[in-house]
């Protein structure tokens, strides 16, 4: 880590991930200065979170605490000025969170967020200002009839895909804001806004609703990604009065407005300190690691996701496209795995007594092909492919149902890894001698797993310096906002 000079100025950027929440403030030359982070599990207890969730009982609603990403906010702010961290340095900050994430704030709430107190935190202030205490999350997929009714609204799965992105996922915010106004009516009529995870944070620091940006704003079922606008097919399948509800979508590049007064009297940021466009984990992972043309990023967190640049959107049944957070005029493509991160460590906690060593040792004392062995591994519904169970195969492509730990491990990596790189050569993704595998997420730390990803993709394999892409690209999009002026959105929106 950098040491900045004392009064030399700062980029701050954040990210509501689904286990924690992290911080990483750059100077000037985009040098990492100060890391930090809050664990929601294991820092938050009385949420009583797994991962950062609530799996409800049918095992297909996950959801997570809203007011837990508030608290963690004011733990990591508190933790940070303890630390003597120069919040008055900062000229600009952004953000990213877990994509498709709803945040439902009820009516009044606009008012409590100007009128904040900077002797009391977030927390206590902002009890009553949620219509919606159990936001759902990117791993919900309990909403598959609003799924089929926007499709049909729409005029089919590939229409849709060719307005939005994507066809209808379970997990998009708009099937989402549709099941709560079929099953709790009541909260919906309460709701007077409605945020993604990552307008919700902007608007945090804000002290107003912030707008949703293009980029995350993709994940929604909702935008016309070529027109950058609400869909009126896809509003008026989902709610009356929706627009309204949403607000007006912006760059993501967009100078907000200054941080808010609550936030300058309490830790002492500067008025001049601007708040950028807050984007989807994703988006901002893309901007941090300033993928080239031809490069693939494949990020390691709770989900598995691949991404890459696109200049033409070219959307599909399979996988997303996604407005791009740093080209004006760009797209990105996108698929995401859920049985990521989590997977492993079930499997290393049942096959390596909870040691990711352990799970590493088994990596290297095993051949590349596993001798034949291969799994599929969907404990929960999978979202490339829609599939669950656990499937093992050996050399004869017999049906197994259990082996050694060391070829369960190998087994499980290779499968992951061939999936990844099957789903993305059937969007077309071809893999040649130039391509370079760009790999972030807490996963990619470990040398063994980013060993067999450069093995299945026959392609080289680079880290970067800092494993938290996301909230390194959103320090580096507050610094890009600052010095280009971004686009400065409409302050009503
Ligand atoms: N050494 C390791 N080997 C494999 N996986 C790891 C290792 N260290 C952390 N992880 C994985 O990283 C995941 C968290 O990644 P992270 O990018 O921080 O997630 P998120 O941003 O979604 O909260 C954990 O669930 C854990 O399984
Ligand atoms: O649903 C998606 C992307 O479409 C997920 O990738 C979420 O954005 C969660 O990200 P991580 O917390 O796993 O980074």
Same mark, same amino acid.
């Given at each position: 880590?950098?040491?900045?000079?004392?009064?030399?100025?700062?980029?701050?950027?954040?990210?509501?991930?689904?286990?924690?929440?992290?911080?990483?403030?750059?100077?000037?030359?985009?040098?990492?200065?100060?890391?930090?982070?809050?664990?929601?599990?294991?820092?938050?207890?009385?949420?009583?979170?797994?991962?950062?969730?609530?799996?409800?009982?049918?095992?297909?609603?996950?959801?997570?605490?809203?007011?837990?990403?508030?608290?963690?906010?004011?733990?990591?702010?508190?933790?940070?000025?303890?630390?003597?961290?120069?919040?008055?340095?900062?000229?600009?900050?952004?953000?990213?969170?877990?994509?498709?994430?709803?945040?439902?704030?009820?009516?009044?709430?606009?008012?409590?967020?100007?009128?904040?107190?900077?002797?009391?935190?977030?927390?206590?202030? *902002?009890?009553?200002?949620?219509?919606?205490?159990?936001?759902?999350?990117?791993?919900?997929?309990?909403?598959?009839?609003?799924?089929?009714?926007?499709?049909?609204?729409?005029?089919?799965?590939?229409?849709?895909?060719?307005?939005?992105?994507?066809?209808?996922?379970?997990?998009?915010?708009?099937?989402?804001?549709?099941? *709560?106004?079929?099953?709790?009516?009541?909260?919906?009529?309460?709701?007077?806004?409605?945020?993604?995870?990552?307008?919700?944070?902007?608007?945090?620091?804000?002290?107003?609703?912030?707008?949703?940006?293009?980029?995350?704003?993709?994940?929604?079922?909702?935008?016309?990604?070529?027109?950058?606008?609400?869909?009126?097919?896809? *509003?008026?399948?989902?709610?009356?009065?929706?627009?309204?509800?949403?607000?007006?979508?912006?760059?993501?590049?967009?100078?907000?407005?200054?941080?808010?007064?609550?936030?300058?009297?309490?830790?002492?940021?500067?008025?001049?300190?601007?708040?950028?466009?807050?984007?989807?984990?994703?988006?901002?992972?893309?901007?941090?690691?300033?993928?080239?043309?031809?490069?693939?990023?494949?990020?390691?967190?709770?989900?598995?996701?691949?991404?890459?640049?696109?200049?033409?959107?070219?959307?599909?049944?399979?996988?997303?496209?996604?407005?791009?957070?740093?080209?004006?005029?760009?797209?990105?493509?996108?698929?995401?795995?859920?049985?990521?991160?989590?997977?492993?460590?079930?499997?290393?906690?049942?096959?390596?007594?909870?040691?990711?060593?352990?799970?590493?040792?088994?990596?290297?004392?095993?051949?590349?092909?596993?001798?034949? !062995?291969?799994?599929?591994?969907?404990?929960?519904?999978?979202?490339?492919?829609?599939?669950?169970?656990?499937?093992?195969?050996?050399?004869?492509?017999?049906?197994?149902?259990?082996?050694?730990?060391?070829?369960?491990?190998?087994?499980?990596?290779?499968?992951?890894?061939?999936?990844?790189?099957?789903?993305?050569?059937?969007?077309?993704?071809?893999?040649?001698?130039?391509?370079?595998?760009?790999?972030?997420?807490?996963?990619?730390?470990?040398?063994?797993? *980013?060993?067999?990803?450069?093995?299945?993709?026959?392609?080289?394999?680079?880290?970067?310096?800092?494993?938290?892409?996301?909230?390194?690209?959103?320090?580096?999009?507050?610094?890009?906002?600052?010095?280009? !002026?971004?686009?400065?959105?409409?302050?009503?929106?």
């Amino acid at each position: 880590m950098a040491a900045a000079e004392p009064d030399s100025p700062l980029y701050l950027g954040l990210d509501f991930s689904t286990q924690q929440l992290k911080a990483v403030a750059i100077d000037g030359d985009l040098g990492p200065v100060h890391q930090d982070s809050v664990q929601f599990d294991s820092e938050l207890p009385e949420f009583r979170t797994h991962g950062g969730v609530h799996i409800h009982p049918d095992g297909l609603t996950v959801t997570s605490p809203v007011l837990m990403w508030v608290k963690a906010l004011d733990l990591l702010l508190d933790r940070m000025k303890a630390a003597g961290f120069g919040f008055s340095r900062v000229r600009a900050l952004s953000g990213s969170g877990q994509q498709h994430g709803a945040v439902f704030w009820r009516t009044g709430a606009a008012r409590t967020l100007t009128q904040l107190d900077p002797g009391q935190n977030l927390h206590q202030q *902002l009890t009553d200002s949620f219509s919606v205490q159990d936001s759902p999350v990117w791993m919900d997929s309990s909403s598959g009839p609003q799924c089929d009714a926007l499709q049909e609204a729409a005029g089919g799965a590939m229409r849709l895909a060719d307005i939005t992105g994507s066809r209808a996922y379970e997990r998009f915010t708009g099937n989402q804001i549709s099941k *709560l106004r079929q099953t709790r009516p009541d909260q919906f009529q309460d709701t007077e806004r409605i945020s993604l995870v990552s307008s919700f944070g902007a608007s945090l620091f804000l002290g107003r609703y912030a707008a949703i940006d293009y980029s995350d704003g993709s994940g929604m079922n909702l935008l016309d990604i070529r027109d950058r606008m609400w869909s009126q097919i896809c *509003l008026d399948a989902t709610a009356t009065n929706l627009k309204r509800l949403l607000g007006e979508p912006s760059p993501s590049t967009a100078v907000l407005g200054p941080v808010s007064s609550f936030l300058q009297h309490r830790y002492g940021f500067s008025g001049s300190c601007s708040v950028v466009a807050f984007t989807g984990d994703n988006p901002a992972s893309l901007a941090g690691m300033r993928l080239h043309q031809g490069d693939i990023a494949v990020s390691l967190g709770t989900s598995d996701t691949l991404f890459l640049s696109l200049s033409e959107p070219r959307p599909s049944l399979e996988g997303h496209v996604f407005c791009n957070p740093v080209e004006p005029d760009g797209f990105m493509a996108l698929l995401c795995f859920k049985n990521g991160s989590l997977t492993r460590e079930r499997v290393r906690d049942r096959c390596c007594s909870g040691s990711w060593d352990v799970f590493s040792q088994a990596l290297d004392g095993t051949p590349l092909g596993n001798h034949g !062995n291969i799994g599929f591994y969907f404990d929960t519904m999978e979202i490339t492919p829609p599939a669950v169970g656990l499937h093992r195969f050996d050399a004869n492509d017999r049906q197994v149902s259990s082996w050694s730990p060391e070829l369960e491990v190998r087994a499980l990596v290779e499968g992951q890894f061939l999936s990844r790189r099957l789903h993305a050569e059937r969007l077309g993704y071809s893999i040649g001698s130039g391509t370079r595998v760009l790999a972030t997420g807490g996963a990619s730390a470990n040398r063994q797993i *980013l060993q067999v990803l450069s093995d299945v993709f026959n392609a080289p394999v680079y880290t970067i310096d800092l494993s938290d892409s996301a909230c390194l690209g959103s320090a580096y999009r507050a610094l890009h906002g600052n010095h280009s !002026n971004g686009t400065t959105a409409n302050p009503t929106s």
